[in-house]
């Protein structure tokens, strides 16, 4: 887990502050969301597995789930941000961001809603701080030299996996990216 502490996800919608869960489930993830709050975190701490990972890692693959709901609230825990800035592994995500739209879910919206836009260099933005290198869709081409201009490597692939075999193909693109041999 990424922290032993509680912390809870609520976002401010056009109907009112609700659980993740409720905004989710419940409302099908439709009201447009002002903002995301966790709950908690303030007062959480990375969990000493994320930190030591964090530190003692090759490699870092950030996989393609929503960077607001999944995974900035790993990011928003004292320090791992900066440890992140530090680490000396290569950090890789892959955009969760095809043609405008998210694989599943909300993303994009979210993405929109917190001032970032809706694609794969708004994704390379909101990771700016600490990516290395970008995997991002081909039909995506377009927004390559923009993610280039952050000075982080797009990577260009198919990334949706609607079949066994795109899976593996993608995995193998992100570790041959990375360096690794089999």
Request: hydrophobic share 40%; aromatic share 8%.
């Amino acid at each position: 887990p990424m922290t032993d502490d509680r912390v809870q996800t609520m976002v401010e919608t056009e109907n009112g502050l609700m659980p993740f869960q409720t905004y989710f489930v419940k409302h099908g993830h439709r009201p447009k969301v002002f903002k995301v709050i966790f709950d908690g975190v303030e007062n959480a701490k990375p969990s000493t597995e994320v930190r030591r990972s964090i530190k003692e890692a090759d490699y870092l693959v950030i996989c393609p789930s929503n960077p607001i709901l999944s995974i900035n609230p790993i990011l928003s825990l004292k320090g791992v941000r900066e440890m992140l800035r530090q680490t000396s592994a290569t950090v890789l995500a892959v955009s969760p961001i095809v043609g405008g739209r998210a694989f599943r879910g909300p993303a994009a919206e979210l993405l929109k809603s917190m001032g970032f836009e809706a694609s794969p260099a708004g994704v390379a933005a909101f990771y700016r701080d600490f990516l290395d290198i970008l995997v991002m869709d081909e039909t995506d081409a377009e927004h390559a030299e923009e993610v280039r201009a952050m000075g982080i490597k797009p990577v260009l692939t198919n990334t949706v996996m609607t079949t066994f075999e795109d899976k593996v193909s993608l995995a193998k693109t992100c570790l041959q990216t990375l360096g690794w041999r089999s």
